[in-house]
């Protein structure tokens, strides 16, 4: 299953099952376990069926003999799960109406928690009744729309689902929402830019788990590098710790842990008063989103604890009164879990003491007793790097958030600032992500600084083939499309400009060839400063090949819009001289949207080149260096002078950006906005007559 494949079947699985619960009187908080432990029966059913045969075959072999198993035992070793028949998914879909379901499906989970101690009393069994309240159907309707994940999908594929539905209800319930989960893609950047590749991981704030699934899929996307590489690398896995003051978040972490495959302990405790793991310098990673601003945690619950006071302790600016005295709370918790992921890192081992912790951004430049603790750390050369984010990335803030990043093992004292306020993708009016690329581009300025130029050269490869693919496979969309456009626009000026786009597109056989020559050429292995050079040369002359065509298209599309409004105009005028409505027409529409997917087709073919072309703009010889507006590696005396302030946005500067755009082209677009008002003011003029025109026939009837 494709990456395409598998977004259509997230987002068939998510309109079916919100679907349902908008036709019935369900809170989304009522309907997310019960539903992620559907999903989660259905994985640990095609688990249990893809290794049945092995299992029966084994079973059989042993029996009667002095090596006898029970099926369940052997069944635990190949496939992590026992299924006796009334557990199987198969077994639920079948059931007669008048069988009571929300009851078998409670039995099914008892039966997976028998044989799986580490689920006991972890997944979802009475919350199966409030399902069926309102409605006798919702639950079979439900059970029927998971079947429809393929019975060959892998683990991975259900992880990828799970954490998808988890988005998804945390997305619709708001600030509750954002407790239990991070934006996939924030957590996706964290990973790589600390790039936990063994050891364990610690989260004192997991949630539902997010960071030890993406810190899982890091460690498998990098192995899999090395491998087409030939290179060594760490075959031990990882093992994560976590703990969640909420027990139904607990819950859903460790569903989470076992559909993603990971080993691991997550435990309910209170970050500030329980210590469930022995923290202090233990863990070779650590990471999380902690709740910002809390203001009540007593002081003397954490005034002694070496978590928390090792770099100073956050206090009030006056002393506590007689009567207060024992009663004082730490004034903002935010540098108690600071101080928490500083201590709670491995000394002194190669390769790991890394931490990444989202933070409010007030943090950055907090005063008094807090900033005193903040000095400390950066004096004892703890702060790697502080990363801004775009405002609205969370489901509990709008504000932007910062992403603070701790390294025991930094090769000097300089700190990385990054502004990445202005990368993001808008996925609706209120929320905004990373899309992958974005999360590559700006990690590539950490390694740059670490110096894997290797790893810039390489993300650029990805960007040229994956681009090409896109071109290749958009092409061959292009033709149906200018077809359709040419079935409407029936003057010679549209013909000729519809057939002059299409021709254009001819050029990419050239760009192919010259790709294919690029990729028979390339070596990634990149050993020697001198090799890293050539490929770097390479890639920015086959860039520049691309973009006299990418420039030919945009100019070809900018003609063919002003000859559709001219069109649309014609039409209008024609209408409003016969006296006729000048509604849209079918070919109108069909005219738009015919242009709407030529603009798409060209959008989708560029995308690629256009981060190649961020990329070689900022960092031209594939090192790294300060970019303004984008980055700075700012030395102890920048910090000193800043107050130690660690905000990024007083070290990066500001960039004034142009639009690109030459006078001649300023003013044909304002020509072009011109057309179209007319256009809408002659319609808007006609529909004003035909609703004055149909009131008065309605006041003289009377």
């Not at 019960?34 to 092995?54: R, S």
């Not at 590749?197 to 989260?203: A, P």
Request: proline share 4%; aromatic share 8%; charged share 30%.
């Amino acid at each position: 299953m494709n990456a395409e494949q598998l977004k259509q079947l997230e987002d068939d699985l998510w309109s079916a099952a919100d679907n349902l619960r908008a036709n019935s009187d369900l809170k989304s908080s009522e309907y997310a376990t019960p539903v992620l432990g559907l999903i989660f029966l259905k994985f640990a059913d095609n688990k249990y069926k893809n290794a049945e045969t092995q299992i029966t075959k084994e079973f059989t072999k042993l029996k009667g003999t002095r090596r006898e198993k029970p099926i369940s035992e052997i069944a635990i070793q190949k496939c992590g799960f026992y299924l006796p028949d009334h557990a199987r998914y198969k077994h639920l879909l079948e059931l007669p109406e008048q069988e009571e379901l929300a009851k078998k499906i409670k039995q099914a989970m008892e039966a997976v928690e028998e044989y799986k101690p580490e689920l006991d009393g972890i997944l979802p069994k009475d919350e199966y009744v409030a399902l069926t309240r309102t409605s006798n159907t919702l639950l079979p309707e439900l059970l029927k729309n998971f079947s429809n994940i393929p019975a060959d999908a892998s683990g991975d594929i259900f992880g990828k689902i799970y954490e998808f539905f988890l988005g998804k209800f945390a997305l619709s319930e708001g600030q509750k929402g954002g407790e239990f989960f991070t934006p996939t893609s924030v957590v996706k950047l964290m990973v790589e830019i600390i790039e936990p590749h063994h050891g364990t991981v610690y989260d004192p704030a997991c949630g539902s788990a997010g960071m030890f699934v993406q810190s899982q899929q890091f460690v498998e996307a990098h192995r899999r590098k090395l491998d087409e590489l030939g290179e060594a690398h760490h075959k031990d896995e990882l093992y994560v710790y976590g703990q969640e003051k909420t027990l139904d978040t607990v819950k859903l972490a460790k569903m989470n842990l076992a559909v993603n495959g990971l080993r691991g302990d997550v435990r309910q405790a209170n970050s500030y008063s329980e210590k469930p793991f022995e923290d202090v310098g233990q863990f070779d990673f650590v990471m999380a989103n902690p709740p910002f601003n809390v203001d009540d945690v007593p002081l003397a619950t954490v005034e002694n604890d070496p978590r928390f006071n090792t770099y100073g302790l956050p206090r009030k600016k006056t002393k506590a009164k007689a009567s207060e005295q024992g009663k004082e709370t730490v004034p903002n918790a935010n540098y108690l879990w600071i101080n928490l992921f500083a201590t709670s890192l491995k000394d002194n081992t190669p390769d790991s003491g890394r931490a990444a912790l989202v933070m409010a951004n007030s943090a950055s430049d907090a005063r008094h007793s807090e900033a005193d603790i903040r000095q400390t750390l950066i004096e004892n050369n703890l702060i790697y790097g502080m990363l801004t984010l775009p405002s609205n990335m969370f489901y509990t803030v709008t504000l932007p958030a910062t992403l603070w990043f701790f390294d025991k093992n930094k090769q000097d004292d300089r700190i990385l600032f990054i502004d990445a306020r202005n990368i993001f993708t808008q996925i609706d009016r209120a929320h905004r992500e990373f899309s992958e690329e974005q999360v590559q581009n700006i990690a590539i300025i950490s390694k740059l600084h670490k110096g894997k130029r290797a790893e810039f050269i390489r993300l650029v490869d990805s960007y040229f083939r994956k681009g090409m693919e896109q071109l290749v496979a958009n092409r061959e969309k292009v033709e149906p499309v200018s077809e359709q456009l040419l079935d409407v626009l029936d003057d010679t000026q549209g013909k000729q400009t519809v057939g002059e786009l299409v021709s254009q597109w001819q050029g990419l056989k050239a760009l192919q060839q010259a790709s294919d020559e690029y990729r028979e050429a390339a070596d990634l292995h990149l050993t020697t400063p001198e090799a890293i050079e050539t490929a770097n040369r390479t890639q920015h002359e086959l860039r520049a090949k691309f973009d006299p065509f990418f420039q030919q298209l945009h100019t070809g599309l900018k003609q063919l819009d002003k000859v559709v409004r001219q069109h649309e105009k014609a039409r209008a005028e024609e209408a409003r001289q016969a006296g006729k409505r000048t509604t849209t027409d079918r070919n109108a529409r069909r005219l738009k949207e015919a242009l709407e997917e030529l603009h798409k087709e060209v959008r989708s073919a560029e995308a690629y080149y256009q981060h190649i072309h961020w990329l070689q703009e900022r960092f031209p010889k594939a090192e790294y260096e300060d970019v303004t507006g984008l980055c700075k590696l700012a030395t102890p005396e920048e910090v000193k002078e800043q107050d130690y302030s660690l905000n990024p946005g007083r070290y990066v500067g500001v960039v004034i950006e142009e639009d690109g755009k030459t006078e001649e082209e300023f003013l044909t677009g304002i020509e072009d906005l011109n057309d179209e008002l007319t256009s809408l003011d002659s319609e808007a003029e006609v529909l004003a007559s035909l609703i004055r025109k149909n009131i008065s026939a309605l006041v003289e009837s009377k």
